[in-house]
């Protein structure tokens, strides 16, 4: 076994050999314990998207440190998902190394280690793996406990919004060799229902989003009840079509008070790119290709739960290389936000990183309202690079 190997080896077993709540806190004494540091902590990042919190072995109700993101060496290494190495600054003459802990491209936090003295390139290069190898180790452990969940709430969350965050996907943005994606959901006070999701399966990537009209806790219900019948037809493998109509079905059959869902749902063949998908009167989507945006104009079908004429129709589309398609729901076309102008903020966008990208949308939507959302506003990204076979 190679020194790399059997370091990262260690640091797992270390990780396995004690309780799920503690798995930052044991690589953070042993990295501190290998390389003679002063200090190491874990920064997860906060529900925001605008701070990163320090973790330490404070327990739930405790006071913890928040770091606003803006103009920090920790945006900088989130925005870049590149290491940072800096003495300027720091007490004592100090080296401060910040590493991303970030897993398919879903930024989980930094890692943050300092040395009395300049690092070697290889403690460079050992932080670096050290915070890879910690992104694996707390998403297996977060299954475990709530400390995870508990540090990124640095404000409260009611009982509508603990409900539509267990039914957004597990880790918001999924990097392959096909593809990115990532989304971001901004809620209101008053939970309103948007939700996102994605998943994969050998040879296919679905997306959906999804608007439940409506407020509070009733809206997240009913977006439990078309998220779970989605997942469901999906784990069965169920065609496009189907997943369309169970999701349909489920709202008659089971839902109160004729709740309609609005909502896009997408099967996209990896291998080559084409794309089944179906719109239920929800706001359209845009397309990014060769520079220029234009607007996807589809049959629109009623929103699920609707009285319908006919199944909603699966329809076709073709991703080329470099496309990027943008989902949103119609919180981020809010009135009150006409002052951003969305296409151009898309176009603006266009070098960022899809997990960048939407935050940078749904912040400009947040900012042109005041802070203040009527609706809630989410936004999905889908970077197509080809399949590299």
Same mark, same amino acid.
């Given at each position: 076994?190679?020194?790399?190997?059997?370091?990262?080896?260690?640091?797992?077993?270390?990780?396995?050999?004690?309780?799920?709540?503690?798995?930052?806190?044991?690589?953070?004494?042993?990295?501190?314990?290998?390389?003679?540091?002063?200090?190491?902590?874990?920064?997860?990042?906060?529900?925001?998207?605008?701070?990163?919190?320090?973790?330490?072995?404070?327990?739930?109700?405790?006071?913890?440190?928040?770091?606003?993101?803006?103009?920090?060496?920790?945006?900088?290494?989130?925005?870049?998902?590149?290491?940072?190495?800096?003495?300027?600054?720091?007490?004592?003459?100090?080296?401060?190394?910040?590493?991303?802990?970030?897993?398919?491209?879903?930024?989980?936090?930094?890692?943050?280690?300092?040395?009395?003295?300049?690092?070697?390139?290889?403690?460079?290069?050992?932080?670096?793996?050290?915070?890879?190898?910690?992104?694996?180790?707390?998403?297996?452990?977060?299954?475990?406990?709530?400390?995870?969940?508990?540090?990124?709430?640095?404000?409260?969350?009611?009982?509508?919004?603990?409900?539509?965050?267990?039914?957004?996907?597990?880790?918001?943005?999924?990097?392959?060799?096909?593809?990115?994606?990532?989304?971001?959901?901004?809620?209101?006070?008053?939970?309103?229902?948007?939700?996102?999701?994605?998943?994969?399966?050998?040879?296919? +990537?679905?997306?959906?989003? *999804?608007?439940?009209?409506?407020?509070?806790?009733?809206?997240?219900?009913?977006?439990?009840?078309?998220?779970?019948?989605?997942?469901?037809?999906?784990?069965?493998?169920?065609?496009?079509?189907?997943?369309?109509?169970?999701?349909?079905?489920?709202?008659?059959?089971?839902?109160?008070?004729?709740?309609?869902?609005?909502?896009?749902?997408?099967?996209?063949?990896?291998? *080559?790119?084409?794309?089944?998908?179906?719109?239920?009167?929800?706001?359209?989507?845009?397309?990014?290709?060769?520079?220029?945006?234009?607007?996807?104009?589809?049959?629109?079908?009623?929103?699920?739960?609707?009285?319908?004429?006919?199944?909603?129709?699966?329809?076709?589309?073709? +991703?080329?290389?470099?496309?990027?398609?943008?989902?949103?729901?119609?919180?981020?076309?809010?009135?009150?936000?006409?002052?951003?102008?969305?296409?151009?903020?898309?176009?603006?966008?266009?070098?960022?990183?899809?997990?960048?990208?939407?935050?940078? +949308?749904?912040?400009?939507?947040?900012?042109?309202?005041?802070?203040?959302?009527?609706?809630?506003?989410?936004?999905?990204?889908?970077?197509?690079?080809?399949?590299?076979?």
């Amino acid at each position: 076994m190679t020194e790399r190997s059997a370091g990262l080896a260690g640091l797992l077993a270390a990780a396995e050999g004690r309780m799920p709540v503690e798995s930052a806190e044991v690589i953070a004494f042993e990295l501190a314990r290998r390389l003679e540091a002063r200090c190491v902590s874990f920064l997860i990042t906060d529900f925001t998207g605008n701070a990163v919190v320090r973790l330490s072995n404070a327990d739930a109700g405790e006071e913890r440190e928040r770091i606003k993101l803006p103009g920090t060496v920790y945006g900088q290494v989130l925005r870049e998902q590149r290491v940072s190495v800096r003495r300027g600054g720091l007490p004592d003459g100090q080296f401060q190394i910040v590493a991303p802990v970030t897993n398919r491209g879903d930024a989980i936090g930094l890692l943050e280690v300092l040395l009395p003295h300049a690092p070697e390139p290889a403690t460079v290069q050992t932080i670096v793996e050290s915070a890879h190898a910690l992104a694996y180790i707390l998403i297996a452990n977060r299954r475990f406990t709530d400390l995870y969940q508990w540090g990124r709430r640095t404000l409260p969350m009611n009982l509508a919004a603990e409900i539509q965050n267990t039914l957004l996907p597990d880790s918001l943005t999924c990097e392959a060799p096909q593809f990115t994606v990532s989304g971001e959901l901004i809620p209101t006070e008053e939970i309103a229902g948007d939700t996102f999701d994605h998943s994969l399966d050998r040879r296919t +990537l679905h997306v959906s989003i *999804t608007d439940a009209m409506g407020h509070d806790v009733h809206a997240a219900l009913i977006a439990t009840l078309l998220v779970g019948a989605l997942r469901s037809a999906r784990r069965g493998g169920a065609d496009l079509a189907d997943q369309a109509h169970q999701a349909h079905q489920a709202l008659l059959d089971h839902g109160l008070h004729g709740p309609l869902v609005t909502g896009q749902l997408l099967r996209i063949d990896l291998q *080559t790119g084409s794309v089944g998908f179906v719109n239920a009167g929800h706001p359209w989507p845009w397309l990014l290709r060769g520079g220029r945006l234009e607007r996807i104009v589809p049959e629109i079908d009623p929103p699920f739960g609707a009285p319908l004429s006919h199944p909603h129709r699966v329809q076709s589309l073709q +991703l080329r290389s470099g496309d990027r398609l943008i989902l949103v729901t119609d919180g981020m076309l809010e009135r009150n936000a006409a002052a951003e102008d969305l296409p151009a903020l898309i176009e603006g966008t266009r070098d960022l990183h899809p997990r960048e990208a939407v935050h940078t +949308l749904t912040q400009a939507v947040l900012c042109a309202q005041q802070g203040v959302l009527h609706d809630d506003a989410t936004v999905v990204c889908l970077d197509w690079q080809g399949s590299r076979d």
